[in-house]
């Protein structure tokens, strides 16, 4: 009997194909694209559990919604206060996963929901929101485009994070692109000169490697033309600008997630586990910005929660619900790597002034990116 090819060794056969129909080079961003989101094969594509608390259960990482459902409930009060102050009733989550915050954020939220819309793009992961949001009904919708013009509040919980990146190298004092080539045993990273630069000079004629974000920005960009009013929030792992090209951060970001373990080894096992970097939250604003939007906030994750009432009715909590709300605020847990941004459409129809988002009502960080 033949051994049917695994997952693995089907999705390298795709990529290893289209880096050798490219000339033999292919751009880390395309690289990661392919390991992530080829349909059926990709990470995001295919029907590997990935959301979960323990390794044991199948799972490879944990996010915020499946630690507590206080982490939805707090960003409901967010939402609710967006929806009220720029006068719609719908919300767009992208990147749903598991879809435990839209159950959260439903249970929370009720009748002041007229329409959820989730944009996910995994056929497996739209089928398990589909039995867990089952409840809400015609309430919720599934696309994988967006709409010309839309409106209401948009969330992202660790979404710009999954998003392609493109790797640059100083080496030897020049900067060159970082991308991957094809060997005999598999797949290395080869670099090619490039004009392409970090968005600010990185002190020190030392070797580095970080990454630029032009996808992330450009989804940004995106929302920023089809929100005709509403505002939005994302959550994620990174840093400001000066922080994330910080001289001593020679080795980027990019880390991989697989049975709750981490790695760094983009290269191997493509498609068995997650593939990521830290957000430059500084580009994000900006993006964001000179597409139109207005920046209603930053701060870290653990300071939007406290604003949102985390811990409210926590002095009765069991002790298994309070350690996993400490993993969602404590500085060397979740609580200070994470951090939330909040835009809201600039127009007449939507008018911003005046409007202090709870979230940011203590603590925020505009003022560092």
Request: charged share 20%; aromatic share 8%.
């Amino acid at each position: 009997m033949t051994t049917p090819p695994s997952l693995t060794s089907t999705l390298t056969s795709h990529i290893r194909a289209a880096i050798a129909a490219a000339g033999g080079w292919m751009g880390f961003d395309q690289f990661m694209s392919l390991a992530l989101y080829t349909p059926g094969l990709g990470y995001y594509a295919n029907d590997s559990r990935k959301f979960g608390l323990m390794p044991g259960l199948g799972s490879d990482f944990v996010t915020a919604p499946e630690l507590s459902p206080r982490f939805g409930r707090a960003l409901a009060r967010q939402i609710a206060q967006a929806l009220e102050a720029t006068a719609t009733s719908e919300v767009w989550e992208f990147g749903a996963g598991s879809g435990a915050l839209a159950l959260q954020v439903l249970d929370a939220l009720g009748n002041g929901i007229t329409r959820y819309t989730i944009v996910d793009l995994s056929g497996s992961l739209q089928a398990r929101q589909r039995e867990r949001l089952a409840a809400y009904g015609d309430k919720v919708h599934w696309v994988s485009e967006l709409p010309a013009q839309m409106q209401g509040v948009v969330i992202g919980n660790e979404v710009l994070d999954a998003m392609p990146v493109q790797l640059l190298a100083r080496v030897d004092g020049a900067w060159c692109e970082r991308g991957v080539a094809l060997r005999e045993e598999g797949f290395a990273h080869a670099d090619r000169p490039t004009s392409l630069r970090p968005p600010m000079e990185v002190d020190g004629n030392h070797d580095y490697l970080t990454e630029i974000h032009p996808q992330a920005e450009a989804f940004v960009r995106t929302l920023a033309d089809r929100l005709q009013t509403g505002a939005v929030f994302l959550l994620d792992y990174g840093f400001p600008e000066h922080e994330y090209y910080h001289p001593q951060r020679s080795m980027g970001t990019v880390m991989c997630h697989r049975s709750h373990l981490q790695d760094a080894d983009a290269l191997q096992d493509v498609g068995e586990k997650d593939i990521t970097a830290h957000v430059n939250f500084t580009g994000i604003a900006l993006a964001g910005q000179e597409a139109g939007f207005q920046v209603l906030g930053y701060t870290s994750q653990a300071r939007f929660l406290f604003n949102c009432g985390l811990l409210e009715g926590m002095d009765d909590a069991p002790l298994a619900e309070r350690a996993m709300v400490q993993k969602l605020v404590n500085e060397h847990e979740m609580g200070e790597l994470f951090k939330m941004i909040g835009f809201v459409v600039d127009s007449a129809a939507c008018p911003w002034s005046g409007w202090q988002a709870v979230g940011f009502g203590v603590g925020d960080r505009s003022h560092t990116l």
